[in-house]
C-alpha cells in the first residue's frame, strides 16, 4: 500500500496559478502511473490528469488542457499538478490516486482503476 499525502491546495483568485504536490511514503511510486482528480461539492469525483510510470504519457480532461501540467519527480517519490489560468469551475478538492499496476503504460481515467488515494487539498478559486 502506498500512503499519499497532497498539499498546495488554497483559496486564490481567478486567473491565479497553484501548484499542487502529491508526496508518496510506504513504497516507491517509481513504477506506478499516478493521476489527479477531483470533486466538486454535490458533484462525482472526475479525472483531471494522470502520468505513467516512465512520464511518457499524460492525459487529461479537456477542460483543463493547456492549463494544468502534470509531473512526477520519482526522486523526490512526489507527484505535481501546475495548474494556471485557475476559473471557478476549478473549484474542489483533489486527490492523487496511485495505479499499483507496475510498467504500466496506461493512464487510467476511471477512479476505479486506482489502487490507493490520498486525502485530498481543498481548492477554492473566487471571481
Known amino acids: 500500500q502506498v500512503q499519499l499525502v497532497e498539499s498546495g491546495g488554497g483559496l486564490v483568485q481567478a486567473g491565479d496559478s497553484l501548484r499542487l504536490s502529491c508526496a508518496a511514503s510506504?513504497?516507491?511510486?517509481?513504477?506506478?502511473?499516478m493521476g489527479w482528480f477531483r470533486q466538486a461539492a454535490g458533484k462525482e469525483r472526475e479525472f483531471v490528469a494522470g502520468i505513467s510510470w516512465g512520464s511518457s504519457k499524460r492525459d487529461y480532461q479537456d477542460s483543463v488542457k493547456g492549463r494544468f501540467t502534470v509531473s512526477r519527480d520519482n526522486a523526490k517519490n512526489t507527484v505535481y499538478l501546475q495548474m494556471d489560468s485557475l476559473t471557478p469551475e476549478d473549484t474542489a478538492v483533489y486527490y492523487c490516486a496511485a495505479d499499483r499496476n507496475s510498467f504500466s503504460t496506461v493512464v487510467p481515467t476511471r477512479a476505479g482503476e486506482y489502487d490507493d488515494w490520498g486525502q485530498g487539498t481543498q481548492v477554492t478559486v473566487s471571481s
Open positions: 510506504g513504497r516507491t511510486i517509481s513504477w506506478y502511473a
